[in-house]
T-cell receptor
Framework: DTGVSQDPRHKITKRGQNVTFRCDPISEHNRLYWYRQTLGQGPEFLTYFQNEAQLEKSRLLSDRFSAERPKGSFSTLEIQRTEQGDSAMYLC??????????????FGPGTRLLVL | AQSVSQHNHHVILSEAASLELGCNYSYGGTVNLFWYVQYPGQHLQLLLKYFSGDPLVKGIKGFEAEFIKSKFSFNLRKPSVQWSDTAEYFCAVNKEYGNKLVFGAGTILRVKS
């Protein structure tokens, strides 16, 4: 079990540029989640996938954000036309599906984004 | 909407002191409850969880938590903290049949040796 991995770990970009982050979940996990965490706050839910289907998106996920999980394995999160308010830690988590909301989510190390 | 409140943002304790971190949530239905810990420089790790049954749950490293349904609370406890418990602790809730965790703002615990 290698855990959830994320790449890159850090990203510095200029306002208006596009960025893409990658998440590789634990291999047997069919659920994958994205969260965003800003300083002094807990993680906030952005979206989740079950296999390749994106089943829920938060209102936090504006039109500039898009997430994919094309083959039900790794996922990408893209932010277009970045803004300074997008600066945050972007966390990925994965879980097996159990039902009843009893999934235990395992988190990756995160990608820290700084928009200048 | 669901929300989770953690009462103290910073807690400083001496080694061997007892710890209790408060967590209250605002959802009236059935919930699944979690405590996660983030040690300095590391990623979020599960400390313990409650789904059903005995409301007193035990986790790793001597931590336990008690679910009190009438108080909408899930407080984390440890009888004697160690310097290595210095970390940030997050309470999280997922409602029954829900698909996302709602986190509190976290409590930063510093244990003085």
């Amino acid at each position: 079990d290698t855990g959830v991995s994320q790449d890159p770990r850090h990203k510095i970009t200029k306002r208006g540029q596009n960025v893409t982050f990658r998440c590789d979940p634990i291999s047997e996990h069919n659920r994958l989640y994205w969260y965003r965490q800003t300083l002094g706050q807990g993680p906030e839910f952005l979206t989740y996938f079950q296999n390749e289907a994106q089943l829920e998106k938060s209102r936090l996920l504006s039109d500039r954000f898009s997430a994919e999980r094309p083959k039900g394995s790794f996922s990408t999160l893209e932010i277009q036309r970045t803004e300074q308010g997008d600066s945050a830690m972007y966390l990925c988590a994965s879980s097996p599906f159990r039902g009843g909301g009893q999934e235990t989510q395992y988190f990756g190390p995160g990608t820290r984004l700084l928009v200048l | 909407a669901q929300s989770v409140s953690q009462h103290n943002h910073h807690v400083i304790l001496s080694e061997a002191a007892s710890l209790e971190l408060g967590c209250n949530y605002s959802y009236g239905g059935t919930v699944n409850l979690f405590w996660y810990v983030q040690y300095p420089g590391q990623h979020l790790q599960l400390l313990l969880k409650y789904f059903s049954g005995d409301p007193l749950v035990k986790g790793i490293k001597g931590f336990e938590a008690e679910f009190i349904k009438s108080k909408f609370s899930f407080n984390l406890r440890k009888p004697s903290v160690q310097w290595s418990d210095t970390a940030e602790y997050f309470c999280a809730v997922n409602k029954e049949y829900g698909n996302k965790l709602v986190f509190g703002a976290g409590t930063i615990l510093r244990v003085k040796s």
